[in-house]
């Protein structure tokens, strides 16, 4: 029967011998495969082969395969069905077996066994023809009636079932859309037959013979079915209702109404998901990704786990703003405007921001270099970047990376990983749903390291104008254009960004405030701020500007405005207690006794809690007097002061000196003490230091050693080597915190000469500089922020190394006619300067005494 234009099966079948159920062509079949020669063929056979007519086996059914391996072949049955092997399943629990999905092609019949082992194959010859259905009119006019008479009872049958589901009208589709000579093959493995009828329709080979053997299984299914609704009728109302609600399957393999529905709602998002990728305006790249996904998505059932993460990926990509942006309207005036009105002070990183931003209005490119401002926290750093992004009427989003430490979390994750997801950067841009926002990278000197790869090479490719314009994150996997993104980076020190990093940027310094700043800072910015947040006006509360500077000398001390801030909240959320109480009238006056006594606190509440219910048509009205926030009400609000001018006190005994040191945080003032005692000349140093500060321990006490005759110093028993039986401590007091860098050398040396001289420090002074073996003293960075600790501190003397005379042009006039700077190049001027009334006096005596 086999015809020149069908297609044709392999003449040689490797044979799968089945004993339960019989695949007829046309149909799909699930059979599970234990036996040792069957096993054999799908190991050798399927699971090895490569092309498709590896997946085409024979099947023969009906006959069970002896499960030893010796035993010869059964006798087989002569007529088999050719089928493609779609899906095999392996497992070996209970036992191991495979587990084989196969879909009958057509009929064969066995020509003649060519092996037995490991699996028997055949030689074979095709019955049934497998073409693409062209024959249909000839196949009908052949058979006439009879197949006539067929597609009658079908329709009949087909009909008896619910139409209202859909598998069911699908049929009913396909009785009308399939060749009718198909049809006997397929009704038969639907409706119920035994296995012995479908071996009898399997062994019809000829059509007609097929559609007369098959007819009156119709009949029989057909009057089994109206037998059943006679038995239901009165119920048969409820019997549709319980179809419609719950999911009741007629038949094998047809999903149920509920099932179906959702299928199609889906159905229908799937298409509108492809109809925005299509409208999007994504990258072609983009696009054709995009489209696959889709192909695959539509053939996907939706219980698959990669369903999801195919639709979470695609609704990603239209979501992304590929093509969507801000205009800029960028004007210097403006800009210079908005930033002098948003922020006080910080005049040179203004001028900064203004430059770069004048040459992006006059030359519409981003390949300059990444602004990355430096400071201390809560100078303004982020609120700077936020107002370049105002001025230029950009989005803002702020990724902060302290602590990332997984190259992933900038470049997202692969998307065969568990939970991937896409890197902070195309995250962002998701949210603000815009491709030219401002971005600024928060905390860059926190990035971490990890097994996970950098996450600092992986900014590179971001920041890199050059390579930027192609960016591909892991996750999305197609390129997405950075190159309009404008990043913006902060950091509280350079010391710790990956050199690398580093070099991509351009480094703005943003050193802490003066008091004076501060103060302005709080009364033109904070303090407005937090009247705003806490619902109260300035007619309510006064805080005065000496009020402000107590709180930033006693109770903060710190280089920005952060903690500042918080007390000012603090203050604020206070105030808003007694406004909201109405009990502004009474505390006023009374203030000072507040302070005064526990008892009369408790009876000014008792006082004015009865004031407040009789008179609550007041708490409306605004405050006649302000609250006045005064030293007294400070300390009522937040506690004792935190931090007191100690620094008398501390430099009441020989061996101390303040040294000025610089942090992350902003500069600090630094107590360093020594002692002596008896012992062999060993020198302890404590308060976590690193190994640079040990070496200018080291040499601190070795140029003192050499130059102790010059000085008349000695040890405890009157000797000029001051280690003889000596041992001296050197302690850093916060002992908590790791310091490190030379810029203490010049403080070692004044206090240890303190030590050995029995004589006091001036405990106005503090100084900072590197020392040399020879006594030269060399410049330190930082000279701001020390400098701003010092005066913050109350200091009036620093000094400082001769070469960074220059650096004290950046500090603010006011703080500098506060202050004495001494310019030293040696160590005799350091010494000199330290103490009252110098410190070699003895070498004059000496070089005086020589003249002689
Ligand atoms: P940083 O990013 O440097 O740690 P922030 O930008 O978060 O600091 O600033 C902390 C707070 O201080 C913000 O509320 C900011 O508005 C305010 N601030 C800091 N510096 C100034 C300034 N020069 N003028 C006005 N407000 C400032």
Not at 145 to 164: G, H, N, P, R
Not at 260 to 267: K, R, S, V
């Amino acid at each position: 029967m086999a015809s020149g234009s069908a297609i044709q099966i392999p003449s040689r079948l490797p044979l799968l011998l089945t004993h339960e159920g019989v695949l007829l062509p046309g149909s799909t079949m699930r059979t599970s495969v234990d036996s040792p020669r069957n096993m054999q063929l799908v190991r050798s056979r399927l699971l090895k082969g490569t092309s498709l007519r590896s997946t085409i086996i024979g099947v023969i059914p009906n006959t069970s395969d002896p499960t030893s391996d010796c035993d010869d072949l059964p006798s087989l049955h002569r007529i088999g069905t050719a089928a493609l092997a779609v899906q095999v399943v392996g497992s070996n629990w209970p036992k191991p077996h495979y587990t084989l999905l196969v879909t009958g092609l057509c009929r064969f019949q066995i020509l003649q066994l060519l092996k037995e082992k490991p699996y028997p194959v055949a030689e074979v010859e095709q019955l049934d023809r497998l073409e693409q259905f062209t024959n249909q009119h000839k196949s009908e006019e052949e058979l006439g009636e009879l197949s006539e008479q067929f597609y009658k009872y079908a329709v009949q049958l087909v009909e008896m079932l619910d139409m209202s589901v859909p598998a069911v009208a699908k049929l009913r589709r396909l009785l009308d859309n399939l060749p009718r000579e198909v049809l006997p093959d397929i009704l038969t493995s639907i409706i119920r037959t035994s296995n012995q009828e479908k071996l009898q329709i399997l062994d019809a080979v000829r059509l007609e013979e097929r559609f007369k053997m098959t007819i009156p299984l119709l009949v029989r299914q057909i009057e089994g079915l109206k037998l059943l609704q006679k038995t239901r009728k009165p119920k048969q109302d409820d019997d549709k209702r319980v179809v419609a609600i719950r999911p009741a399957r007629r038949i094998n393999h047809i999903p149920s109404a509920t099932e179906d529905e959702e299928e199609e709602e889906d159905h229908d998002d799937v298409v509108m998901l492809e109809k925005k990728i299509r409208t999007s305006s994504m990258s072609e790249q983009a696009l054709k990704v995009c489209l696959k996904e889709i192909k695959r998505l539509k053939k996907m059932p939706q219980s698959m786990p990669e369903y999801a993460l195919t639709r979470n990926y695609l609704e990603l990509m239209v979501e992304l703003p590929w093509n969507k942006s801000t205009k800029d309207r960028l004007e210097i005036r403006a800009a210079r405007i908005l930033l002098d009105n948003d922020h006080y002070a910080m005049e040179k990183l203004k001028k900064r921001v203004l430059e770069y931003l004048a040459v992006r209005q006059l030359k519409n490119n981003l390949k300059g270099p990444i602004l990355c401002f430096v400071g201390p926290p809560g100078v303004g750093k982020t609120s700077v970047g936020r107002s370049i992004a105002k001025t230029l009427g950009r989005e803002f989003h702020r990724i902060a990376l302290g602590g990332v430490c997984d190259q992933s979390d900038i470049r997202g994750h692969r998307r065969t990983y568990v939970g991937s997801m896409p890197g902070r950067i195309i995250n962002g841009l998701k949210t603000v749903g815009v491709n030219n926002p401002v971005f600024l990278l928060d905390e860059v000197d926190k990035l971490g390291k990890s097994l996970q790869g950098d996450p600092a090479a992986a900014l590179l490719e971001v920041l890199d104008p050059e390579q930027n314009h192609s960016f591909t994150d892991h996750y999305l996997n197609v390129a997405f254009d950075l190159s309009q993104v404008l990043f913006i980076a902060t950091a509280n020190t350079t010391a710790t960004i990956p050199p690398a990093l580093l070099d991509r940027m351009e480094i703005i310094q943003v050193p802490g405030y003066t008091q004076e700043e501060k103060i302005e800072i709080a009364h033109r910015h904070l303090i407005p701020k937090q009247l705003e947040q806490h619902g109260l006006t300035p007619q309510q509360i006064q805080i005065p500007q000496v009020t402000t500077l107590d709180i930033i000398t006693r109770y903060t001390r710190e280089a920005g405005v952060r903690s500042l801030d918080r007390k000012l909240g603090a203050i604020c959320r206070a105030v808003a207690v007694k406004v909201a109480e109405g009990q502004h009238k009474e505390t006023k006056p009374d203030r000072a006794e507040v302070a005064e006594g526990e008892d009369c606190k408790e009876h000014i509440t008792e006082d004015a809690k009865t004031e407040s219910i009789s008179d609550t048509a007041d708490l409306a009205l605004p405050p006649e007097m302000p609250i006045l926030i005064d030293f007294h009400a400070l300390k009522d609000i937040l506690g004792p002061p935190m931090y007191e001018m100690e620094v008398s006190e501390r430099l009441s005994q020989p061996g101390v000196a303040i040294g000025l040191a610089w942090t992350p945080l902003g500069g600090e003032i630094m107590f360093v003490e020594a002692s002596r005692m008896d012992g062999e000349g060993q020198l302890t140093l404590t308060g976590q230091l690193g190994d640079v500060m040990k070496e200018s321990a080291h040499l601190a006490i070795s140029w003192l050693r050499s130059n102790a005759k010059r000085y008349q110093l000695t040890n405890a028993s009157g000797s000029f080597d001051l280690l003889d039986n000596t041992d001296i401590h050197l302690h850093f007091p916060a002992g908590a915190v790791t310091k490190d860098g030379p810029s203490a050398g010049v403080t070692i040396v004044t206090c240890l000469a303190s030590l050995f001289s029995g004589r006091l420090v001036c405990s106005d002074v503090a100084m900072t500089g590197e020392i040399t073996l020879r006594g030269l003293v060399l410049p330190v960075g930082g000279i701001k922020d020390k400098v701003l600790a010092a005066h913050r501190a109350g200091l009036k003397r620093i000094i400082i190394p001769q070469r960074n005379e220059k650096d004290l042009e950046e500090i603010a006039m006011n703080v500098r006619q506060d202050l004495t700077f001494v310019m030293a190049s040696c160590l005799d001027e350091v010494l000199n300067a330290a103490f009252d009334g110098g410190f070699s006096v003895k070498h004059i005596v000496e070089r005086l005494n020589s003249k002689l």
